[in-house]
């Protein structure tokens, strides 16, 4: 089983700009995708961003220009730059990677627990 554990979530006034790393306790044999999702109290959970094994990114419309999503294959890692944060971007953050840990096995969706990002108006 592969742990997902996000760290860089935190408390910051508008404008400003955190960095969120989501790391995972084992090396993938293939990911299609990895990506961050968020949910607002009372709302559901939405897609921020993605990137795929040939770093194809997408973005949802309101982070565009001002989040980058990457990775480092290396260290087995995604990261997620939001800069110019507004208020409506307080959510906890989550997350995920579908990959598969062997040639035999099949592919499956992994979870971080989530960090909570809040942005003061």
């Known amino acids: 089983q592969v742990q997902l554990e996000e760290s860089g979530g935190g408390l910051v006034q508008a404008g400003g700009s955190l960095r969120l790393s989501c790391a995972a306790s084992a090396k993938f044999f293939s990911v299609n995708a990895m990506g961050w999702h968020r949910q607002a109290p009372g709302k559901q959970r939405d897609l921020v961003a993605t990137i795929t094994s040939t770093d194809i990114t997408n973005y949802t419309n309101s982070v565009k220009g001002r989040f980058t999503i990457s990775r480092d294959n290396a260290k087995n890692t995604v990261y997620l730059q939001m800069n110019s944060l507004q208020p409506e971007d307080t959510a906890v953050y989550y997350c995920?990677?579908?990959?598969?840990?062997?040639?035999?096995?099949?592919?499956?969706?992994?979870w971080g627990q989530g960090t909570q990002v809040s942005v003061s108006s």
């Open positions: 995920y990677a579908e990959g598969r840990l062997s040639a035999w096995s099949s592919y499956n969706v992994y």
